[in-house]
């Protein structure tokens, strides 16, 4: 089986400053890639220029062999913020591309959406508009939004970082059931145990690098390099805090 996504010298720069430094990464259909680190790491980054949103300096991207253009469908994304149109319904944001981008009929475009929705447990909810859906409910139409336009990779920013507690499992449980059926996926999160039970692979960026990258156990268990256990202990401190 070949690689749907390939990651080739990946470079970023700002100026004199790299942001990512030569990732290669190799991405199987299917498979669900934790990307962890610290703050300022590279991984809003690395996302952005798989997205083809950032400008890399050097290196490709290339999905099932093939550079990516955006726009073109290979690439999804789900940021922290919702990013939604505040005077369009759910089912109107989530059409909106397939008839602009993909240039779907109206009612097809709408029919579309409605499963995109029902796929995210929102089909019940198609015709309500952001103002009158709890932060949870909004990012799951950001989610069916990027579903609809139906992308060989989907990449998640945080997606639970604009949430409270109480809204976070209704959002990783949707993305549970993607990684369930198949999706494949990188995702950038600060929730260790949720990366841990999901992950088939985590990578772990430092200073724009890939540290270290393999199973969760070999991660969060096993882990040779000092910079990731030091980190790790840094969560686990704060989480032991948070529960006593």
Not at 58 to 87: C, K, Y
Not at 96 to 116: F, G, S, Y
Not at 166 to 191: F, K, P, Q, Y
Request: charge should be neutral; aromatic fraction near 4%; include cysteine.
């Amino acid at each position: 089986m070949s690689p749907i996504l390939q990651l080739r010298g990946l470079q970023r720069r700002v100026g004199s400053t790299e942001i990512l430094r030569g990732i290669d990464l190799d991405v199987m259909p299917g498979e669900v890639i934790g990307v962890i680190g610290p703050s300022g790491s590279g991984k809003s980054s690395l996302l952005r220029c798989i997205a083809g949103l950032d400008e890399i300096a050097g290196g490709s991207v290339q999905v099932e062999g093939r550079a990516t253009q955006p726009g073109d469908g290979a690439i999804g994304m789900v940021f922290q913020q919702f990013n939604l149109w505040p005077h369009l319904s759910a089912r109107d944001n989530v059409s909106l591309a397939l008839r602009l981008v993909r240039k779907m009929p109206a009612a097809a475009a709408a029919e579309k959406a409605e499963a995109a929705l029902a796929q995210v447990g929102l089909g019940a909810l198609a015709a309500r508009k952001p103002a009158a859906l709890s932060g949870g409910q909004q990012q799951r139409v950001a989610i069916a939004r990027s579903l609809a336009m139906e992308p060989r990779v989907l990449l998640f920013d945080e997606p639970t970082a604009a949430l409270d507690p109480e809204l976070t499992t209704e959002v990783l449980d949707v993305i549970r059931n993607l990684a369930a059926s198949g999706t494949t996926m990188l995702v950038v999160s600060h929730e260790m145990g949720f990366v841990a039970g999901l992950a088939h692979r985590v990578v772990f960026l430092d200073h724009g690098q890939m540290v270290q990258t393999g199973t969760p156990q070999v991660i969060f268990s096993e882990a040779a390099e000092p910079r990731i256990r030091s980190f790790l202990q840094t969560y686990l401190s704060r989480v032991a805090w948070v529960q006593g």
